[in-house]
């Protein structure tokens, strides 16, 4: 059975047709996340750090919506880009 997971706390896809995340069964797929707060959907950060801590606090934040944790995180793929920008 496939659940969608959605919460307040992380970077809402408005507008975008995804979900936050997709259950199926014990495995939880987070979609991609960004530097974004979750309140008012802006780029935080200046740095590589700040940016980078804000994504994994959206990540964080799903996982736990979904009845996980990062400690059970087995794969993830990072993109890094200049000026907001994939290259």
């Known amino acids: 059975m496939k659940e969608v997971i959605f919460t307040e706390k992380a970077q809402k896809p408005e507008g975008m047709p995804y979900s936050q995340a997709i ?3 014990n495995t939880v797929y987070v979609a ?6 979750p309140e008012t959907g802006r780029l935080v950060g200046n740095t590589l750090e700040e940016q980078a801590r804000r994504a994994l606090e959206n990540l964080k934040a799903i996982l736990e919506e979904s009845g996980a944790a ?3 995180v087995v ?3 990072v993109f890094l880009g200049e000026g907001g920008r994939l290259q």
């Open 70 to 72: 990062l400690k059970d």
């Open 23 to 25: 259950k199926v069964g």
């Open 32 to 37: 991609g996340q960004g530097p974004f707060d």
């Open 75 to 77: 794969k993830v793929t």
